[in-house]
C-alpha cells in the first residue's frame, strides 16, 4: 500500500455548500455558532457562506451579515464564494482576505450554474483577478463537477486540465477539483491526483466529494494516496447543488476526521467537539443526515462488556 500523508488540513464547508441547499434557513446567529464552534473545535479554514443574488441562492442572502459580525479566531482562514465583481466587492467590503471563484468542467451545469459556457467563466474571472492582485485579497479557484456531470456524464481529464492552464494563467495557486454530482470513484479520483500533481506541481490541490453514491470517503482515500493533503467537508453531511440533478451531502466532516484519526492521520481537531457541533445542526435543519458517526459513534466510545 502506497504511504499515506502524517497530516491533512480541513476546510469546513458547511456554513455554505452544506447550508445552501437547505429548507430551512437558519437565523444568523445560529450559522454564526456553527462557524465559530467549528474554530474552536481545530479547523482552519472554514467556507462562511456565498456573495452570490440572494433571488438565486436565498440561503446565502445574510453573508455579508455573517462576515460583518463574525468572532475571528486567529490562524483561521475565512473565506466566502463569489462569481463576479460584484460578489468580489461584497466580499471586500465585508472583510475577507480570501474569495474562492468557480467554473464547472461540464458545459451543461456552467450554463446553469451562471449562465456561461467554462471558456466565458474563466475569461470573465481576468478582471477579478486583476483586482483582487490591486486589493491583495487572495483567489482560490475550484472545478466543479471535474469527475462526471448528472447532465452531461463523464467530464473527460482533458477538460479538466484545460480549466487548469487557464486559472494559473490568472494567478491562482490554490484549485479545488470537485465531485459535485458524487460521479466519481476511487481509481479515477487516484489517477487524476497523480496526473494534476505531476502536471502542476505549483498548485495547492484540494479534493472536494459529495456521498452521492457512498464512494466519499473511498475517495479520499485515493486522494489521500495520490499525495493530495487538503479536503473539503460539511458538518453532519449536510449539502447538494441546486444546479445539479441528483447531487446529495458532502462527505461529512466527523467522518472524514473519524476515518484519518483511526489510520493515524492527524487533522488538528478535537472529533468530541465535532460530533457535538453535528448533532446541534441536525437539530437546527430538522433530522438527521448522512453522517455515519453521528449514528453510530465513535469506536473508542464503545464500552466493552
Known amino acids: 500500500m502506497k504511504s499515506l500523508p502524517d497530516f491533512i488540513k480541513i476546510c469546513e464547508v458547511g456554513p455554505r455548500d452544506g447550508l445552501q441547499n437547505e429548507k430551512v434557513f437558519l437565523t444568523i446567529e445560529q450559522k454564526l455558532e456553527l ?89 470573465s474571472f481576468a478582471e ?14 475550484a472545478i466543479s463537477t471535474s469527475f462526471g456531470c448528472s447532465i452531461d456524464g463523464i467530464v473527460p481529464l482533458e477538460q479538466v486540465v484545460n480549466i487548469i492552464f487557464q486559472l494559473r494563467k490568472l494567478g491562482i495557486q490554490e484549485i479545488s477539483l470537485s465531485d459535485t454530482t458524487g460521479m466519481a470513484n476511487p481509481l479515477q479520483v487516484y489517477e487524476y491526483g497523480v496526473h494534476i500533481k505531476k502536471l502542476f506541481p505549483d498548485i495547492e490541490w484540494v479534493l472536494h466529494f459529495h456521498n452521492t453514491r457512498g464512494m466519499g470517503l473511498a475517495n479520499v482515500l485515493a486522494g489521500l494516496m495520490a499525495g493530495i493533503t487538503n479536503y473539503d467537508a460539511c458538518f453532519a453531511g449536510l449539502g447538494g447543488c441546486p444546479f445539479a440533478p441528483g447531487a446529495s451531502g458532502n ?55
Request: proline residues 2%; glycine residues 8%.
Open 251 to 305: 462527505i461529512a466532516t466527523e467522518d472524514l476526521i473519524n476515518m484519518c484519526e483511526e489510520m493515524g492521520i492527524m487533522t488538528g481537531t478535537d472529533l468530541a467537539k465535532y460530533l457535538e457541533l453535528g448533532y446541534r445542526v441536525e437539530r437546527y435543519t430538522g433530522g438527521s443526515r448522512s453522517s455515519a458517526l453521528l449514528r453510530a459513534g465513535r469506536n473508542c466510545d464503545i464500552k466493552s462488556k
Open 128 to 141: 477579478l483577478a486583476e483586482y483582487a492582485e490591486q486589493k491583495k485579497i487572495v483567489l482560490s479557484g
Open 35 to 123: 462557524i465559530e464552534t467549528a474554530a474552536e473545535a481545530g479547523i482552519k479554514v472554514i467556507e462562511i457562506g456565498s456573495f452570490v443574488n440572494p433571488k438565486a441562492v436565498p440561503q446565502m442572502a445574510d453573508t455579508d451579515q455573517i462576515a460583518a459580525r463574525l468572532h475571528r479566531k486567529a490562524g483561521v482562514e475565512y473565506r466566502g464564494l463569489i462569481f463576479n465583481m460584484q460578489g468580489l466587492k461584497r466580499a471586500e467590503a465585508a472583510g475577507l482576505s480570501k474569495a474562492k471563484i468557480t467554473v464547472s468542467a461540464s458545459r451543461s451545469h456552467c450554463l446553469r450554474n451562471m449562465n456561461k459556457t467554462p471558456e466565458e467563466a474563466v475569461k
